[in-house]
């Protein structure tokens, strides 16, 4: 039972480093398509807030479609695929 536990702690570090990669891309592109480098003050504003969440949004809606596609096409990892750098030129 020991080897079980082992890979499923695998499996869960494999997971939270595509979590993390994801969420830094969103962090990296949505930063630098929303927020004006030449920060004026210290809360987002309505306009930066607005271009946040549509990005994110944007960002997710493109992950999933590629996913999907991934998957109709019979593609072995359909996850990985839907987390490439490529398709997401936001």
């Given at each position: 039972?020991?080897?079980?536990?082992?890979?499923?702690?695998?499996?869960?570090?494999?997971?939270?480093?595509?979590?993390?990669?994801?969420?830094?891309?969103?962090?990296?592109?949505?930063?630098?398509?929303?927020?004006?480098?030449?920060?004026?003050?210290?809360?987002?504003?309505?306009?930066?807030?607005?271009?946040?969440?549509?990005?994110?949004a944007k960002f997710f809606e493109v992950n999933k479609k590629v996913g999907e596609?991934?998957?109709?096409?019979?593609?072995?990892?359909?996850?990985?695929?839907?987390?490439?750098?490529?398709?997401?030129?936001?």
């Amino acid at each position: 039972m020991g080897g079980g536990s082992s890979q499923n702690i695998e499996v869960a570090v494999a997971e939270l480093d595509m979590i993390t990669d994801v969420f830094n891309r969103i962090v990296s592109s949505c930063h630098s398509k929303c927020i004006n480098p030449r920060y004026s003050e210290p809360d987002l504003n309505k306009g930066e807030s607005v271009c946040v969440d549509r990005c994110v949004a944007k960002f997710f809606e493109v992950n999933k479609k590629v996913g999907e596609r991934m998957q109709s096409m019979g593609g072995a990892s359909a996850g990985a695929g839907g987390g490439g750098g490529s398709p997401f030129g936001i």
